[in-house]
C-alpha cells in the first residue's frame, strides 16, 4: 500500500530557507481538505528547523541546498535533506531535455501527494520508454497540464503562459519574474495543438527553470526562459 504523505521541497540560499511560510500554506490548504486538519506551524520556527537539519548536513552555503517537508495523515511532519545545487540560488538549469505529451489523470486531487508524486514517477518512465527525458502530463484532448510534480509554461511572443492549475510556490516566483522583466502573464490553456505557435517551453521546481529543447518531437527555442530564471527570487 502507497504510504501517504504531502509534501514540499523548500530552496535554501545561502543557509537561508526560502519561502517557508508559503510552502506551509499550501500544505496547511491540502492537509485541512484531505486530512482534516490543519498545519500551523510557526514560519520562524518551521524555518530554523529546516536551517538546523542542513547544517547538520553539511550543506554548504556557496551553493543552494533543498529540504523536502512531508506531512502525515495523523499530523506528523518530517524534514528530509534533499541535496544540494551546482548553483547559488534558483537558477537557469543548463540541461534542456526533451519532452513528450503523456496522457493520464491525477489520482483523486492536484495537492502534491505521495499519490501524485508516484504517478508522475510512472509518467516519467513512459516519456524514457518514448525516447525523452520529460512527460508533460495532458488531457484527452491534448491539452496540457504540468511536467509532473512542477508547473508548466508557454512563452509565445513576449507573453507567458501557465497551464492552468494549483497555486504553488513555484508559479507565484514565477509570475512574479515574468512581470518584473516587463513580459505579459496570463493563465490560459494551451496543448498540442499550439506546439507551433509556441517559441519556448519551460517549467519552475524547487531548484529553478528547466527550458524544453523540444516537444513531440518539435524543436523549441531557448532565449526568454534564461531571463526570467534571473529574475526569480
Known sequence: MTDLYLYQTVHLARGRALHVAEHAAVLDAAAREWFGRPYTPSPGALRTRIE?????EHY???VSGF?????RPDGRERL???GVSLYDGYAYRSLQPSAVSVRYDLPLTEAPTSLREAAAQWACR???RAGAEVAIR???EGIFRDTGEAPLFAIAGRTVLVAPGPESVERSITRKAVQAIGLEFREESFGTADLRRIDELFFTDHRGITSLSRCNGMPLMIYLAERIAGALK
Not at 529540504?67 to 506531512?71: A, C, D, G, N, T
Open 67 to 71: 529540504v523536502r517537508i512531508e506531512l
Open 52 to 56: 538546523i537539519l542542513a547544517e547538520k
Open 60 to 62: 554548504p552555503n556557496s
Open 138 to 140: 495532458c488531457d484527452a
Open 80 to 82: 528530509l535533506p534533499a
Open 126 to 128: 513512459a516519456a524514457e
